[in-house]
């Protein structure tokens, strides 16, 4: 003889909740989200603007399109937040040959503490970032400044679209 044994109505419905739940939660993280992996969590929190621009050519330099990228001179400005403020950086690169051969990043701190480390941001992403292709760089921390970093990777992000060949 086979024996069965019934299970309480309350677990019944709580199995079937549970399992309800479950599905709920596994839709909600397919949601494709994406973290900014150069800025540090426990740094601060993301700017909650979008990074404004203006693209400009130079005339000087040929307009070559056998790259990703168009020759040129391109500008952005990148926000990021700090825990006093929202600041900006002015980032203008110049393209050849895919390779950025120059950079210029000039700051407008809100902060007394954001114009010291603008300024060592300032002074050390040359040699981070120029001789290398621009699909290769994301800086996270340069000179000790890891926030302004996130500003000029929005502003870099913003230069990438805009130099599409």
Do not use: H, W
């Amino acid at each position: 003889m086979i024996r069965t044994t019934a299970v309480p109505r309350p677990v019944r419905i709580g199995t079937a909740l549970l399992g309800v739940a479950g599905i709920v939660t596994l839709a909600g993280c397919s949601g494709g989200t994406t973290t900014d992996a150069a800025a540090p969590a426990d740094t601060a929190p993301a700017a909650t603007s979008a990074p404004t621009s203006s693209a400009t050519t130079d005339g000087s330099t040929s307009s070559s399109t056998s790259g990703t990228y168009k020759d040129g001179t391109y500008e952005a400005t990148g926000q990021y937040a700090t825990p006093e403020s929202v600041e900006t950086v002015d980032v203008t690169l110049t393209l050849a040959g895919d390779t950025i051969t120059d950079v210029t990043v000039t700051g407008d701190p809100q902060a007394a503490e954001s114009k010291e480390y603008q300024s060592k941001f300032i002074g050390g992403i040359k040699s981070e970032v120029v001789g290398k292709k621009l699909d290769e760089i994301s800086v996270s921390k340069v000179a000790g400044s890891s926030l302004t970093s996130g500003g000029f990777n929005k502003a870099v992000d913003t230069i990438k679209t805009e130099a599409k060949a």
